[in-house]
């Protein structure tokens, strides 16, 4: 089999397999009942968050309403999308219901080009050119993001943690250990 083949064939079968990871549902999802009332916990914003270049990244900003004190993000940037319910909530909190009674400030976001976000989606987009500001990658829409929701949030401590969605987790990739997949990050 050729070289050309062989690259074709391992392609389409980790398309299958990721395809297959998307739609399966995500740890911590519920049948409906024991699922809390989102809308009585938090308030929600819908928001383009700007970017350095002037694309703006489609963001859901979930505030608890009860809070009395500052709060840490709990931030994922996702490519597949914030899938709402009937009452405009991501389904994104399915991984997130055991740090739901915690205390967190939730922040999901579509990532550059895809879904609600502006700009043109890249798979592998090469590290940007550090030597011109207005560069971007994956890494500059997620400081970007972040520098953002310290000065337009409220009530935050300064804490923000990283969350990969979980199909994307190293696990998947065939990484070992027990990895928590977390990158805390104060700015």
Same mark, same amino acid.
């Given at each position: 089999?050729?070289?050309?083949?062989?690259?074709?064939?391992?392609?389409?079968?980790?398309?299958?397999?990721?395809?297959?990871?998307?739609?399966?549902?995500?740890?911590?999802?519920?049948?409906?009942?024991?699922?809390?009332?989102?809308?009585?916990?938090?308030?929600?914003?819908?928001?383009?968050?700007?970017?350095? &270049?002037?694309? @703006?990244?489609? =963001?859901?900003?979930?505030?608890?309403?009860?809070?009395?004190? $500052?709060?840490?993000? #709990? !931030?994922?940037?996702?490519?597949?999308?914030?899938? &709402?319910?009937? @009452?405009?909530? =991501?389904?994104?909190?399915?991984?997130?219901?055991?740090?739901? $009674?915690?205390?967190? #400030? !939730?922040?999901?976001?579509?990532?550059?080009?895809?879904?609600?976000?502006?700009?043109?989606?890249?798979?592998?987009?090469?590290?940007?050119?550090?030597?011109?500001?207005?560069? #971007?990658?994956?890494?500059?829409?997620?400081?970007?993001?972040?520098?953002?929701?310290?000065?337009?949030?409220?009530?935050?401590?300064?804490?923000?943690?990283?969350?990969?969605?979980?199909?994307?987790?190293?696990?998947?990739?065939?990484?070992?250990?027990?990895?928590?997949?977390?990158?805390?990050?104060?700015?």
């Amino acid at each position: 089999m050729s070289k050309h083949k062989v690259t074709v064939l391992t392609l389409a079968l980790l398309a299958a397999a990721l395809a297959l990871l998307v739609t399966a549902p995500q740890s911590g999802q519920t049948s409906g009942q024991n699922k809390p009332d989102l809308g009585q916990i938090f308030d929600k914003r819908d928001v383009m968050v700007p970017m350095r &270049d002037g694309v @703006r990244l489609h =963001t859901e900003i979930y505030t608890p309403k009860n809070s009395t004190e $500052p709060l840490p993000f #709990i !931030f994922e940037r996702t490519p597949y999308g914030l899938s &709402d319910d009937e @009452r405009g909530f =991501t389904g994104k909190f399915g991984s997130y219901q055991e740090l739901i $009674p915690e205390g967190y #400030i !939730f922040v999901f976001q579509d990532i550059r080009g895809r879904y609600g976000s502006e700009g043109r989606f890249v798979m592998l987009r090469d590290p940007r050119d550090k030597r011109d500001p207005k560069a #971007i990658d994956e890494s500059t829409d997620t400081y970007d993001t972040i520098d953002w929701l310290l000065a337009n949030v409220p009530n935050h401590n300064g804490r923000v943690e990283r969350r990969l969605p979980p199909e994307l987790r190293p696990r998947v990739l065939g990484l070992d250990g027990d990895l928590e997949n977390e990158l805390p990050l104060q700015l």
